[in-house]
């Protein structure tokens, strides 16, 4: 299998294994007009398997879904062919319209209009609770 190599772009790299497509959805990938390409269960020599998202564009990511979903990925940004630059994220204190309260009794379920905040309580475990009724995420 051949994947091209960007020119001017981003590669999300360290991916854990089986987390590509739910980065690919919660960062709307999808409606991007550039290539995305997305390679599952790649072997690693640190992880034994990876998952890697390269996209032929500079983007903006969402910083908090990329925290939230792979803390532990790295993102490569390309220009000219060349790597320029190698950001982390981090576990984001808060996430805001990330995701949803599952909790049916949650305030977030009865008024629509209402945006699902989430606070970073057990930053050790990665466990985040919704600020309206406590539940975790």
């Known amino acids: 299998m051949t994947i091209d190599s960007i020119k001017n772009g981003i590669v999300i790299d360290h991916i854990p294994a089986g987390k590509a497509m739910a980065l690919y959805r919660y960062l709307k990938l999808d409606r991007v007009e ?4 997305i ?3 790649v072997v690693s020599e640190k992880l034994g398997r990876k998952d890697i998202i390269k996209v032929d564009e500079v983007l903006d ?3 908090d879904v990329l925290g939230y979903l792979a803390p532990e990925c790295t ?3 390309i220009r000219e062919g060349r790597e320029v630059e190698k950001r982390r994220p981090h576990l984001p204190e808060k996430l805001v ?3 949803e309260c599952k909790n049916p009794r949650c305030i977030t379920t009865i008024e629509q209009g209402l ?3 989430f606070k970073l309580t057990d930053p050790e475990k990665g466990v ?3 600020i309206y009724c406590e539940s975790k995420a």
């Open 97 to 99: 319209g990330v995701i």
């Open 128 to 130: 985040y609770r919704c």
């Open 34 to 37: 550039c290539s995305v390409a």
């Open 75 to 77: 993102v490569n940004i």
């Open 115 to 117: 945006t699902h905040i």
């Open 61 to 63: 990511l969402n910083w």
């Open 39 to 41: 390679l599952k269960n």
